[in-house]
């Protein structure tokens, strides 16, 4: 079966940093290109970051670039995302989601059930 | 950026009734399109990938067509247990955009 869980959302001021982490079991990690999707408070999804499954490769929202880093570790099954210059905005669940394929270009097949980031002074 | 339009943006329907959701693309995607559901309080849920290839354990009363620029996503008979918001997704290249949401409702 297979599993995603999200750690590391807290209350966070803006400006600030958080690291987001997904530990991944229940499928051959690396072989599967992931992503991270939030999703403010009663709002729409949001796509913000890709990477491929070597981690070569990595793929951000405009909303976010220059401040947002993704990565993973292989060895561990984790992926991480690395939060910086949080603004109130960034406020959202974010969801790690493992894509269908190695590559970014690929529908999304599994979600985990999110952790919140709350943005607020 | 490619952008995607949902519409409508929420809908009512009886049970029973055949349902069409469609998006829209501003450039062409060939068929990298997914169709999704979030049920109130849930994880989204793949539905269709490729446009129209149904996901595995997806009831077959889903089902999805179009490429280039324009989608529909059809309930053929829609069930209690469809209430939900629906998402598209594309996914030819970075940035994957969603559109923003199609809630459906029983009336």
């Known amino acids: 079966e297979v599993q995603l869980l999200e750690s590391g959302g807290a209350l966070v001021q803006p400006g600030g940093s958080l690291r987001l982490s997904c530990a991944a079991s229940?499928?051959?990690?690396?072989?599967?290109?992931m992503s991270w999707v939030r999703q403010a408070p009663g709002k729409g999804l949001e796509w913000v970051s890709g990477i491929d499954n070597t981690g070569d490769r990595t793929y951000y929202a405009d909303s976010v670039k220059g401040r947002f880093t993704i990565s993973r570790d292989n060895s561990e099954n984790t992926l991480y995302l690395q939060m910086s210059n949080l603004r109130d905005e960034d406020t959202a669940v974010y969801y790690c989601?493992?894509?269908?394929?190695?590559?970014?270009?690929?529908?999304?097949?599994?979600w985990g059930q999110g952790t919140l980031v709350t943005v607020s002074s | 950026d490619i952008q995607m339009t949902q519409s409508p943006s929420s809908l009512s329907a009886s049970v029973g009734d055949r349902v069409t959701i469609t998006c829209r693309a501003s450039?062409?995607?060939?068929?990298?399109l997914a169709w999704y559901h979030q049920k109130p309080g849930k994880v989204p849920k793949l539905l269709i990938y490729?446009?129209?290839t149904l996901q595995s354990g997806v009831p077959s009363r889903f089902s999805g067509s179009g490429s280039g620029t324009d989608f529909t996503l059809t309930i053929s008979s829609l069930q209690p247990e469809d209430v939900a918001t629906y998402y598209c997704?594309?996914?030819?290249?970075?940035?994957?955009?969603f559109g923003g949401g199609t809630k459906v409702e029983i009336k």
């Open positions: 997704q594309k996914y030819n290249s970075a940035p994957l955009t």
């Open positions: 989601a493992k894509l269908r394929s190695g590559v970014v270009v690929a529908a999304t097949n599994y």
């Open positions: 450039q062409g995607i060939s068929n990298y």
């Open positions: 490729a446009a129209s």
């Open positions: 229940g499928f051959t990690f690396i072989y599967s290109a």
